[in-house]
């Protein structure tokens, strides 16, 4: 009876909840701008970000920025490329996908210098579906409650169009509480 009560709690906490998509063609173009980002909002569960970038090094070309910040009791166990191509049919289908702390980048592309990249992964369509949580955060399984920001670019002359899954789940001090009101509800029962 013990095993099913934290089961059943720990079932509730890891449950997926609906979860914020942002996509560009929808949602309007991200942040070019590395001190000010796009603030993103993130739900519990899967959330998706979708960008197009071309042309990143050049005047007038398309950088994206994007942040998010996770609150008490919240943090990220997974992220994923969930796309990686060339929507428009050239032959180009990689980008860089940069991220770092805080919530704008001191990092500075143009002189690839600066602090502020914890890690960063060169996308392609063989990309898709890999967990890079630990290459994009410099070998961490998980961040928990701060501010954190991306920088994604493509410096060729095809359109790339980028997908990144956030998967926020309640931090495992969160998850501890549930458990523990799962097993006071089991005693109650009783």
């Known amino acids: 009876m013990l095993k099913s009560g934290i089961a059943g709690a720990a079932l509730l906490a890891g449950s997926v909840a609906s979860a914020a998509i942002y996509d560009e063609t929808v949602d309007g173009d991200l942040s070019g701008d590395r001190f000010a980002p796009t603030m993103i909002t993130l739900d519990q569960g899967m959330n998706t970000v979708s960008m197009d970038v071309v042309l990143s090094d050049q005047p007038g070309?398309?950088?994206d920025y994007f942040t998010f910040t996770l609150g008490a009791g919240q943090s990220i166990d997974s992220m994923v490329i969930l796309e990686s191509s060339n929507p428009l049919g050239g032959s180009d289908s990689a980008a860089f996908v940069g991220f770092g702390p805080g919530s704008f980048f001191d990092f500075d592309p143009d002189i690839f210098s600066g602090p502020g990249l914890d890690g960063?992964?060169?996308?392609?369509?063989?990309?898709v579906g890999v967990e890079v949580i630990n290459d994009l955060t410099g070998g961490l399984n998980s961040i928990g409650p701060g501010s954190y920001s991306f920088w994604v670019q493509q410096t060729g002359q095809d359109l790339t169009r980028v997908s990144i899954g956030l998967n926020v789940i309640p931090s495992p001090s969160a998850m501890g509480v549930l458990a523990m009101g799962g097993l006071v509800a089991m005693r109650r029962r009783r």
């Open 61 to 63: 070309g398309d950088r």
């Open 120 to 127: 960063f992964v060169i996308t392609s369509p063989g990309f």
